[in-house]
Nanobody, 125 residues
Framework: QLQLVESGGGLVQPGGSLRLSCTAS????????IGWFRQAPGKEREGVSC????????NYIDSSKGRFTISRDNAMNTVYLQMNSLKPEDTAVYYC??????????????????WGQGTQVTVSS
């Protein structure tokens, strides 16, 4: 069984930074496409970023591009989401997600089968 555990969320002021971590157990993360999704109150879940398990290709939503960076540390079996220049609209519960890869890319509109418990990110003065 694949298990995903997120950490690194918290309260940060606008313009600040956080690094979210997603550590897997049971299987190697590079066998999966890994996505970070977020859900804010009253809003639909949206894919923020993903990294392909096969090619390491990454994708970002436009609002995060240039501010967020997804990366993978195979030795630690961990995927990170470095979030810089945070804005209040980034406030959400962030979820680490995974799905077995079947291609060389990780479209954010794919269905991700495995979900972590989420970690709260709050950006506020």
């Amino acid at each position: 069984q694949l298990q995903l555990v997120e950490s690194g969320g918290g309260l940060v002021q606008p313009g600040g930074s956080l690094r979210l971590s997603c550590t897997a157990s049971g299987y190697s993360l590079n066998a999966y496409d890994i996505g970070w999704f977020r859900q804010a109150p009253g809003k639909e879940r949206e894919g923020v970023s993903c990294i392909s398990g096969r090619s390491a290709e990454t994708n970002y939503i436009d609002s995060s591009k240039g501010r967020f960076t997804i990366s993978r540390d195979n030795a630690m079996n961990t995927v990170y989401l470095q979030m810089n220049s945070l804005k209040p609209e980034d406030t959400a519960v962030y979820y680490c997600t995974a799905t077995p890869w079947y291609g060389s890319s990780c479209p954010l509109d794919n269905q991700y089968l495995h979900w972590g418990q989420g970690t709260q990110v709050t950006v506020s003065s």
